[in-house]
């Protein structure tokens, strides 16, 4: 199994790139989260990899993080999702805000993501509930928080003074998501 490759970046064509290691090109499928932070073609660079064998050939799969191959190696545990969705969604999402979006169980973030419908997210939350967090360092305290900075930035931006954002906010429960949170406080805002 090949777990990290160390060399030369020869080609950048997403989401692929070719990892030259002495005269041998390695061609790696990754996610545009590793790929927009890869140094320019001709520097060096370390990718741990996701080593994968079918039928139809032999894959790899590069990333800078840790916390990114994990978060991959457990889509793939997932029925009906390949590496190509895999990968769609680490394009899509960070690792923190996936595992935000699973700890909260927000269906709209999944959904905004190419190739992912209504019924994948569904079932993207339920498996990857509690699978996420421990391991990328995000505790639901944290998520929480910036959920609510997020509720808070939603209103200012639609208008509305401190004054009336806080107070929406203070009528919200603790442990509210971005979007469910966001759709309650314009209610309580629309009563006022």
């Known amino acids: 199994m ?20 002495n005269g041998v090109g390695y061609e790696l499928d990754v996610p545009m989260s590793t790929f927009y932070n890869l140094p ?7 990718l741990l990899t996701h080593f994968a064998v079918r039928e139809d050939g032999h ?7 840790e916390a990114e191959r994990f978060a991959f190696r457990q889509l793939l545990k997932i029925s009906g999702i390949g590496a190509r969705t895999a990968l769609s969604v680490l394009s899509g999402l960070s690792v923190g805000d996936l595992a935000a979006a699973v700890a909260q169980q927000e269906i709209g973030r999944l959904i905004k993501v190419p190739g992912i419908g209504k019924k994948t997210a569904e079932r993207l939350l339920l498996e990857l509930k509690g699978k996420l967090a421990e391991t990328t360092g ?11 900075q ?15 954002a806080a107070a ?4 919200l429960p603790a442990d509210i998501g971005t979007s469910d949170g966001i759709r309650q406080a314009l209610k309580l805002l629309s009563k006022v």
């Open 168 to 171: 929406a906010m203070k009528a």
């Open 150 to 164: 997020d509720i808070s930035n939603a209103l200012l931006a639609l208008g509305y003074n401190d004054k009336e």
């Open 59 to 65: 894959f790899l799969y590069g990333f800078l993080t």
């Open 138 to 148: 995000i505790s639901l305290p944290a998520v929480v928080n910036d959920a609510r």
């Open 2 to 21: 090949i777990g990290r490759l160390t060399g030369l970046i020869a080609e950048k064509n997403p989401p692929q790139i070719v990892l030259d290691l």
């Open 40 to 46: 320019s073609v001709g520097e060096k660079t370390s």
